[in-house]
């Protein structure tokens, strides 16, 4: 693995090779009093964020400490990206100062691919290799956050092969969804979207999942329901009515979610919007994994990058 | 100065002729002719005689846009693709909006001398779609300008879109609509459908150009006047222009040689080279738009030649712009997406990139047949010959070529305007 821009880049064998290197990197840290392995001391992460992010970027950030790289974070706020700097020299400076993986978070679908294919181009002139971690760009994908989705899955019911999993609202402008549909499928799960027309993009019948638009008659077969987040300025009439016709014909209410089984596992990539897309009561419920999927994170992404600069244990 | 073609086939066609010119006039063809005193010769046995190339839609991007494309440099790639005539789109900054604005344009063409440029006016002031430009003023201008467009923005307008119709008919000039309906098109960023749904990019719907053409021709037959597409790109649009030229709406046509050829499936690098608008569509679209065009119903092939320079392509998809240069790889898509699957010939070629496009646009030495006493306006082809596209060597100070490295069908030996070789083997002779 030279990148990790897109689930695509793996196949079946190589997502459970970073599952159980996370899980292996989780029971490494366990009995710890210090929690520190050596294994990155000596490499440079850099996390360069073009949107705001708290989860993922402490998440990488921990990541990259627990493994003793150098971590350095560059808000593009704060960096020369707001004085005008395009992506391209941004990306030729941070491999200039030697970074050894940029993880990536842009606004625009396929800016880790650019960065990518610059890296690979400058490689072959300066000999220096950056490898890229796309941490989510625009509505096309964010890879870490389906492993880290996968690897919750796995821990709660044992196996991702078989299992039916619901993702369930704007699946049209969810970078969330399609990482996570193309990798569950991957792994052998039956995933079902479950949106209004509105909210799904056009040709998602050639996805390798099924299409609903009815929560209700859902629910009771799901083995794992995904809520994606909901942004308020989606919901002004051009996609949706209202936010509180949403919840109500979307959200996954008390009533709602006494409809799915007793094992069933509610997830949330966060952040949430309780009371819209997601019930406080259910949020906060034993069925709820969503602070297992924090927790599940910071491991995930440390067998991400362990996989990417030490090379992975084939 | 003098000029001696020898066995060479107009149109590809019959037994090969020798063409004889002098003073910019075709004076003599047949077999067995001998080259009059002082002439240069071109040994063009094997080569296609065709009417120089017009070309309705092509961005020089001078004055304002130098780092991408000069009327110097667009003219020197317009003559090695075969082009004698080029029509430049108004936006440029400043804008082609004035009579000053389009008599610089076409007067910067004539010192450079290797195609006639004529500058398309703007239809409103400053492209915004607001207040009606002074078309009157621009038609009878030094540049005489024959066709108007807002090309790049759509007249959104119906109101202004109808006003520009009912003047452009007294005036006797063409309304060159871009159709696209901005609000089916927010944010857009490729062709709504399969693979942009996948790579996340936002989608420029189809029916956002269909429904533009639809109203338009509606409201070009209300006013008697000519109405011309832009880059059609969509199989559906095809519908709607049988219909209206059924109908007997004055309505012409043209679609790109990408969209000829290149769909979306390659957009999976988000490599901005085949960023575009209208953006790269389906298989099913690129067949429709080469049986359209072979049928008559899309009339003309027209570049969209779109220089950028580095800068402006060499970013993240979003914020890249769209275009692509089409003036030097023009003939050699058409000879394979339409030629070489036997949708056109010679004939063919000859009337989707000259005579058509000259009649659209009111070009009366443009076109024409190869014939005695007809101007000597033409471009030598060897069909037989293939070339690999690699955008540093084209003429274009822009390099933003899709096709780079791709091997193509048939190149430009020679071309000739009013009797003047402008380009020959490869070379631009200003």
């Known amino acids: ?47 360069m964020f073009y949107e705001d992010s708290t989860r ?9 400490k627990w493994m003793s790289a150098d971590t350095v974070n560059v808000a593009a706020k704060g960096s020369s990206v707001a004085k005008g700097e395009s992506l391209r020299d941004t990306s030729l400076t941070l491999s200039a100062i030697g970074a050894d993986c940029v993880v990536v978070r842009h606004p625009a679908s396929g800016a880790a691919h650019r960065l990518a294919s610059w890296a690979d181009r400058d490689r072959a002139g300066t000999g220096t290799h950056t490898c890229i971690v796309n941490a989510g760009d625009g509505t096309h994908e964010h890879p870490t956050q389906a492993l880290l989705d996968a690897a919750t899955l796995r821990d709660r019911l044992g196996s991702i092969a078989g299992r039916r999993i619901g993702i369930v609202g704007d699946v049209l402008h969810s970078r969330v969804a399609r990482s996570g549909v193309f990798l569950l499928s991957t792994l052998g799960a039956e995933v079902v979207l479950v949106a209004p027309p509105m909210l799904l993009p056009v040709g998602v019948e050639q996805w390798p999942c099924r299409v609903s638009s009815e929560l ?30 949403y919840a109500s014909r979307y959200g996954l209410s008390e009533a709602r979610a006494a409809l799915l089984p ?53 | 100065m003098n000029l001696f073609l ?65 009327i110097a440099t667009g003219s020197a790639a317009a003559a090695l693709g075969g082009f004698t005539a080029v029509f430049a789109m108004p936006n440029t900054d400043p804008v ?59 007249i959104h307008d119906p109101l202004i879109m109808r006003r520009a119709l009912e003047y452009a ?74 219909a209206a030229k059924a109908a007997g709406v004055r309505v012409s046509a043209e679609v790109t040689p990408h969209h000829l050829l290149l769909t979306d499936a390659a957009l999976t690098s988000y490599d901005p080279v085949h960023k575009v608008n209208p953006p790269l569509r389906t298989a099913a679209d690129t067949h429709a738009m080469r049986q359209a065009l072979a049928q008559g119903l899309i009339d003309v092939v027209a570049t969209d030649h779109a220089p950028h320079a580095a800068q402006y392509k060499d970013t993240e998809w979003q914020a890249a712009r769209p275009g692509m240069l089409g003036l030097q790889t023009a003939l050699s898509v058409l000879v394979l997406a339409c030629v070489e699957p036997g949708l056109l010939d010679w004939r063919g070629v000859a009337r989707v990139l000259s005579e058509r496009p000259a009649e659209i646009a009111g070009l009366p030495d443009q076109g024409r047949a190869i ?25 274009s100070i822009a390099s933003n070529t899709p096709y780079e490295g791709m091997r193509l069908p048939a190149t430009v030996v020679a071309t000739v305007l009013r009797g003047r070789i402008t380009a020959r083997d490869g070379q631009a002779r200003p």
Not at chain 2, 31 to 45: F, K, Q, V, Y
Not at chain 2, 129 to 139: C, D, I, R, S, V
Request: glycine share 8%; with cysteine; proline share 4%.
């Open chain 2, 6 to 70: 020898s066995n060479t086939r107009p149109y590809g066609d019959g037994d090969p002729v020798d063409v004889v010119v002098c003073d910019g006039v075709i004076t003599e063809l047949g077999a067995g002719l001998s080259a009059p005193h002082g002439a240069e010769t071109i040994d063009a046995a094997g080569l296609v005689l065709l009417p120089g190339f017009v070309d309705l839609h092509t961005h020089l991007r001078e004055p304002g846009g130098e780092e991408s494309e000069t």
């Open chain 1, 1 to 47: 693995m030279k990148h990790l821009l897109s689930v695509t880049d793996l196949d079946a064998a190589a997502a459970t090779g970073l599952l159980d290197t996370s899980d292996r990197l989780r029971q490494a840290l366990l009995g710890r009093e210090v929690r520190k392995l050596p294994t990155l001391r000596g490499r440079t992460v850099i996390t």
């Open chain 2, 371 to 395: 014939a005695v006493g007809e101007p000597a306006t033409f471009t030598l082809v060897d069909p037989d010959e293939c070339w690999t596209v690699r955008g540093a060597k084209l003429a």
């Open chain 2, 169 to 242: 008919c007294v005036l006797d000039v063409v309304i060159a609509q871009h159709a696209e309906d901005h609000r089916l098109t927010a944010d857009a960023q490729a062709h709504e459908g399969v693979v942009a749904s996948r790579l996340g990019l936002a989608g420029w719907p189809a029916s956002a150009e269909e429904t533009i053409v639809a109203r338009d021709c509606v409201l070009a037959r209300e006013a008697g006047a000519a109405l011309h597409v832009c880059h059609v790109s969509s199989a559906r649009t095809v519908e709607v222009l049988r």
């Open chain 1, 262 to 314: 007793e094992h069933a596992v509610v997830l949330h990539p966060g952040p949430m919007v309780r009371g819209m897309e997601i019930a406080s009561s259910v949020a906060d419920s034993p069925s709820s994994a969503i602070l297992a999927q924090v927790r599940n994170g910071v491991h995930v992404r440390m067998a991400v990058l362990y996989h990417l600069l030490a090379g992975a244990p084939e």
């Open chain 1, 56 to 64: 993922t970027r402490v998440s990488f950030e921990i990541a990259g």
């Open chain 1, 216 to 245: 209700d008659a859902e629910l009771s077969t799901l083995d794992a329901v995904m809520m994606l987040r909901v942004q308020a300025e989606r919901m002004h009439g051009s996609f949706f009515p209202s936010s509180r016709e």
């Open chain 2, 96 to 154: 082609a909006d004035t009579e000053v604005v389009v008599e610089h344009i076409h007067r910067r063409g004539r010192e450079v001398g290797l195609v006639d440029v004529h500058p398309v006016g703007a239809v409103t002031v400053g492209l915004e779609g607001q207040k009606m430009a002074e078309l009157g003023t621009m038609a009878r201008s030094r540049a005489q300008v024959r066709m108007f467009s807002d090309d790049g923005r759509c």
